[in-house]
């Protein structure tokens, strides 16, 4: 058989699909991976012009949570994806880590109710594999927080041009190490604001003690918000999350001191991609340079993608997905 060598053109930039939070739906995530031309060959999905990079949150709720992460870490390991860490991850290491001797913690996350109501999944679905989940817990430290190409830009939850600044000084790699995760668990820390932030996103805390009760029955004290508002002037500005305020609370004006909290990314910036919200309806930008890629999939939403080339101002027409059924 003659085998005909075709010229590459070397100066084009890598195209990349940019897959949301999985939570352990690893069939919606073949299928959506199927959908957009990878196949599965040597050990991994790839692409013969493409690569993927996952905005975070493979554990947790779903019900394939260990085949999730074998795909995903497949991927990467082949050179055919990269990842930025979620919260759940992080979650996921500082409730399976002991605090050092002497500290306060015994573990850097409590053992309590409601952090074991979220890693419950994760925990029974990896009950006869102990030694994969060390191993995973091990590769959670090699995954950085976020990700800057030529022409975008890719973290969990938030971007902050200042505090990632300051991350890259200390962090090299852009990841958590064991150090760095020990000093997170401090209240107050620097390695904790950050991956708060990049992770979890932006709040405002409510005023006067008050609370506002969620869909999931949990009461709380914050509201999520936007980083990008322009000169917003409401709490209804700001809010940013699958729970909305009540009509009342949403009407308030934000005082001088709560705007001063507010994080603003220009337009002017890359496009940035997030996860971690929780959204629904039909995918699409948020504003043109800021798309988020979580629409609810272990919810039975939608596992969403949006396939990154060269352009500066995102398209509705670019996103892709499927719908999660009962796996």
């Not at 390991?77 to 500290?103: F, P, W």
């Not at 507010?262 to 995918?283: A, D, I, T």
Request: glycine share 6%.
């Amino acid at each position: 058989m003659e085998f005909i060598k075709t010229k590459t053109n070397t100066s084009a930039k890598q195209a990349y699909d940019l897959i949301g939070d999985v939570h352990g739906c690893a069939h919606s995530l073949e299928s959506l991976l199927k959908k957009m031309g990878y196949q599965h060959r040597q050990g991994c999905y790839r692409h013969p012009q493409r690569k993927v990079i996952f905005v975070g949150d493979i554990v947790d709720r779903g019900p394939r949570i260990r085949e999730a992460l074998h795909i995903v870490k497949d991927m990467i390991d082949q050179n055919q994806a990269e990842i930025v860490l979620g919260n759940h991850e992080y979650n996921a290491m500082c409730y399976c880590t002991e605090g050092r001797k002497g500290s306060a913690h015994q573990y850097l996350r409590e053992h309590n109710a409601r952090h074991h109501r979220l890693i419950r999944e994760t925990l029974e679905q990896f009950e006869d594999f102990h030694q994969e989940w060390k191993e995973f817990l091990a590769w959670f430290h090699e995954i950085p927080l976020f990700i800057e190409k030529e022409n975008f830009r890719v973290v969990h939850a938030c971007w902050d041009n200042e505090i990632i600044s300051r991350f890259k000084e200390i962090s090299p790699t852009h990841c958590v190490n064991e150090g760095l995760l020990h000093d997170s668990a401090e209240i107050g820390s620097f390695s904790g604001g950050v991956i708060d932030k990049l992770t979890r996103g932006t709040a405002l805390e409510l005023p006067n003690g008050e609370t506002i009760l969620g869909k999931d029955g949990l009461a709380r004290h914050m509201f999520r918000t936007k980083f990008w508002s322009d000169n917003p002037q409401t709490y209804n500005d700001v809010v940013f999350q699958p729970d909305p305020l009540p009509v009342d609370m949403a009407q308030r004006t934000l005082s001088a001191i709560e705007k001063q909290k507010l994080l603003h990314y220009s337009s002017s910036e890359l496009p940035v991609f997030v996860g971690h919200y929780w959204m629904s309806s039909e995918p699409a930008p948020i504003i043109d340079n800021i798309a988020c890629l979580d629409y609810s999939a272990v919810k039975y939403g939608r596992l969403v993608a949006y396939r990154m080339d060269d352009e500066q101002c995102l398209s509705r027409e670019k996103f892709i997905w499927v719908d999660v059924s009962r796996e």
